[in-house]
C-alpha cells in the first residue's frame, strides 16, 4: 500500500498544500514547529478517521477558518482509493472514499492500512501495564470483531461484579449473589487470554527479529504474555477457584483482583527487564521493533504491507540504529519525520518550512 498524493486545506498550519509521495523511503525534514507531525496526522486520520492527537477533532481546522479538508490517494496492489475528511467548525466531519459520502467510520477501516509510531510509544515499554494491554487490545480488536465485544462485555461485567463487592453489606450475602457474575466473567476471560495469548505468539517473533537487525545482532528481545497463571489444569476452573479464593480480600477492597484486566507484557533485552534497565535508546528500539512487528501482522491480515508513518524516530537511536532501521523497512513505504537528515541520498526528500512542502531538488 502507498499514498501517492496528500492534499490539505486549511489543515492545521497549511492552507493549502499539495504533497507527493514516491515508493520507498520519503523524508519530512525541517525545522521544530514547521508542519512535519501534522502531515502524519493527516495521512493517518484519512487511514483510521481520527487523529492520534488526543486533542478535539475540530482543532485541526487552521485557527480563523471554518472548513478544513484533507484528501489522500492511496494505491493497493489491485485498486486505488481516494479518502477524503472534511472538517466544518459547526457540523459533523464528513468522510468520502472515492467521492462517496460514508455514514459510520466503520466503513473506512480495512481501505488502507497504515502503521504509525511516535515518541509517544515509549509508554508501551516504560509505563504501566494499561499501556501494553491497551496494544494488545488496539491491535487485536482491528483485525477480530469478536475479541473486541468479549472485551467490552468483560469490562461491563467486571464493573458489575465490582460494583457488587462495595454495595454489599453482608458476606454471606455476597457470596450467594457474586456466582453469577464469576461466571459470566470466566468465559470471558478465557476468550481473550486465548487471542492475546496467540496474537503475541505471533507479535513476538517479529519484534525479536526486527530488534535483532536495528541492534546489529547484539539484543535479543523477548515478549511474554504475562496473564493469569491456572498451570496446566483448565483456565475456567481455576479462575473461578481463585476468585473464590480472593472473595473475602476483594470484598475488603471493593475490587476483583483476578483476571484479565491484570495482563501484562513481560518484555526482556538479553534476558534483563527493559522497563527497569534499559537505555533509553533500547526501550526506544523495543518499542519501535513492536511497532515494525505490527507490519507484518497486518501484512498477513491484508496481503499488503501497510504504509509506516515515523514520527521523530531518530533522536535517542545512534548513527548505526538508524541505518539499520532504514533498511529494515525497505519493504514498505515508509514517510520519516526528522530535523535533520544526510543517512542516503537516493531517497525522496521533502523540505517542510512554516506550513509548505518542497522537494529538495539538491538530492
Ligand atoms: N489548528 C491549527 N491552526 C494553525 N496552526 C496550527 C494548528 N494546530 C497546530 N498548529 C501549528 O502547527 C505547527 C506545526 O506543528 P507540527 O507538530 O507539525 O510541527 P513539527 O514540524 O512536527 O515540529 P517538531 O520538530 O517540533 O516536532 C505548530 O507550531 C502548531 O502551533
Ligand atoms: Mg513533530
Given at each position: 500500500m502507498k499514498i501517492n498524493t496528500l492534499t490539505l486545506k486549511n489543515f492545521r498550519n497549511y492552507q493549502k498544500e499539495v504533497v507527493k509521495f514516491e515508493?520507498?523511503?520519503?523524508?519530512?525534514?525541517?525545522?521544530?514547529?514547521?508542519?512535519?507531525?501534522?502531515i502524519l496526522e493527516a495521512i493517518f486520520f484519512a487511514v483510521i478517521g481520527k487523529s492520534f492527537k488526543a486533542s478535539k477533532e475540530k482543532e485541526a481546522i487552521k485557527w480563523e477558518e471554518e472548513v478544513a479538508s484533507i484528501k489522500a490517494e492511496f494505491s493497493r496492489e489491485f485498486r486505488d482509493v481516494a479518502i477524503e475528511l472534511i472538517f466544518n467548525k459547526s457540523a459533523k466531519k464528513a468522510v468520502k472514499i472515492d467521492g462517496i459520502s460514508i455514514k459510520k467510520i466503520g466503513e473506512l477501516l480495512g481501505n488502507v492500512?497504515?502503521?504509525?509510531?511516535?515518541?509517544?510509544?515509549?509508554?508501551?515499554?516504560?509505563?504501566?501495564?494499561?499501556?501494553?494491554r491497551r496494544f494488545m487490545n488496539v491491535d487485536i480488536s482491528q483485525t477480530n470483531k469478536r475479541y473486541f465485544y468479549a472485551l467490552n462485555r468483560y469490562e461491563k461485567v467486571l464493573a458489575n461484579r465490582n460494583k457488587l463487592l462495595k454495595m454489599s453489606k453482608d458476606f454471606n450475602a455476597l457470596k450467594e449473589t457474586i456466582d453469577i457474575w464469576d461466571k459470566a466473567l470466566v468465559d470471558?476471560?478465557?476468550?481473550?487470554?486465548?487471542?492475546?495469548?496467540?496474537f503475541i505468539e505471533k507479535l513476538a517473533p517479529f519484534a525479536e527479529k526486527a530488534h535483532n537487525y536495528i541492534s546489529n545482532g547484539q539484543e535479543k528481545?523477548?515478549?511474554?504474555?504475562?496473564?493469569?497463571?491456572?498451570?496446566d489444569k483448565d483456565f475456567k476452573s481455576e479462575m473461578l477457584k481463585a476468585l473464590q479464593k480472593n472473595l473475602e480480600k476483594d470484598y475488603k477492597h471493593g475490587y476483583t483482583s483476578v483476571g484479565v484486566h491484570r495482563d501484562d507484557l513481560d518484555i526482556y533485552l538479553n534476558g534483563v527487564e527493559v522497563k527497569s534497565f534499559g537505555s533509553q535508546g533500547q526501550q526506544r528500539t523495543v518499542a519501535l521493533s513492536m511497532k515494525l512487528a505490527e507490519l507484518e501482522i497486518i501484512k498477513e491480515r491484508a496481503g499488503e504491507y501497510p504504509i509506516l508513518l515515523l514520527d521523530d524516530v531518530f533522536s535517542e537511536l545512534d548513527i548505526d540504529r538508524q541505518k539499520r532501521l532504514l533498511n529494515f523497512t525497505s519493504r514498505t513505504q515508509t514517510i520519516i519525520t526528522c530535523t535533520e537528515f544526510n543517512l542516503k541520498s537516493e531517497v525522496n526528500i521533502l523540505q517542510v518550512v512554516n506550513g509548505k512542502v518542497q522537494k529538495n531538488t539538491a538530492n
Open positions: 515508493d520507498g523511503l520519503n523524508i519530512l525534514v525541517g525545522k521544530n514547529a514547521q508542519g512535519k507531525t501534522n492500512n497504515a502503521v504509525f509510531f511516535s515518541p509517544q510509544e515509549l509508554k508501551l515499554v516504560k509505563e504501566s501495564p494499561d499501556e501494553r470471558l476471560a478465557e476468550k481473550i487470554y486465548l487471542e492475546r495469548k496467540l528481545l523477548e515478549i511474554k504474555y504475562d496473564s493469569f497463571d491456572f498451570g
